[in-house]
C-alpha cells in the first residue's frame, strides 16, 4: 500500500506539474509508462486522450480514455467546460458530468457537440480520466483538452 500511495503522489505532483496548455495546441495524448508486472497490478490506464475543435461555434468534444485490460469502470469524471477572453485565466462554464462505461477496457466519446453560451472568447475542456478494477483499486489522471477560439 505504501509503493501504491508513494508512486500515486509521484504521479500526482508530475501532472499537476503541467501548468497550462498553450492556445490553439495540437490534441493532448498520453501513453502511460511502462511498468514491471508487480506495478502494473495498480496501473490501468494505458491511454487517454481529450479534444476540442469548433463545429459551427458550438464546442466539438472528443475523448478516450483506455486500461490495458477490462475493468469495473472506464471513462472520463468532472468534465468540465472552460472559457477564456485572453487565452491564459480560464474560468468554468459547466460541468457536464461523468461519461463512464462498464466490464470494458475503453471508454470513447467522439464528436460531442456543446451548445456555448457566450461567444468571442476561447473555449477547452477539463476532465478526469478514470479507471476502476475494483473498489480498491482506481487510477485518475487529469486531463486538459487544447483550446479553440468561438467567435
Given amino acids: 500500500m505504501k509503493k ?6 509521484i504521479t500526482s ?3 499537476s506539474g503541467i501548468t497550462g ?8 495524448e498520453n501513453i502511460c509508462e511502462e511498468t ?15 479534444y476540442v475543435s469548433n463545429y459551427n461555434s458550438s ?12 475493468v469495473e469502470k ?7 467546460v472552460q472559457y477564456s477572453y485572453d487565452g491564459t485565466n480560464w474560468y468554468n462554464e459547466w460541468n457536464a458530468g461523468d461519461f463512464l462505461a ?8 467522439s464528436n460531442y457537440i456543446m ?14 480520466h478514470y479507471a476502476q478494477k475494483s473498489f480498491l483499486n482506481t487510477q485518475s489522471v487529469s486531463g486538459t483538452s487544447n483550446a479553440v477560439w468561438i467567435g
Fill in 115 to 128: 451548445a456555448l453560451d457566450r461567444s468571442g472568447c476561447y473555449y477547452r475542456i477539463s476532465c478526469t
Fill in 36 to 50: 514491471t508486472d508487480t506495478e502494473r497490478a495498480s496501473w490501468y490506464l494505458s491511454y487517454y486522450n481529450t
Fill in 4 to 9: 501504491f500511495l508513494s508512486v500515486l503522489s
Fill in 59 to 70: 464546442l466539438c468534444v472528443s475523448i478516450s480514455t483506455v486500461a490495458t485490460e477490462s
Fill in 74 to 80: 472506464i471513462g472520463v469524471k468532472d468534465l468540465t
Fill in 102 to 109: 462498464y466490464d470494458t477496457n475503453g471508454y470513447s466519446l
Fill in 13 to 15: 505532483l508530475l501532472v
Fill in 21 to 28: 496548455i498553450p492556445v490553439r495546441a495540437a490534441e493532448t
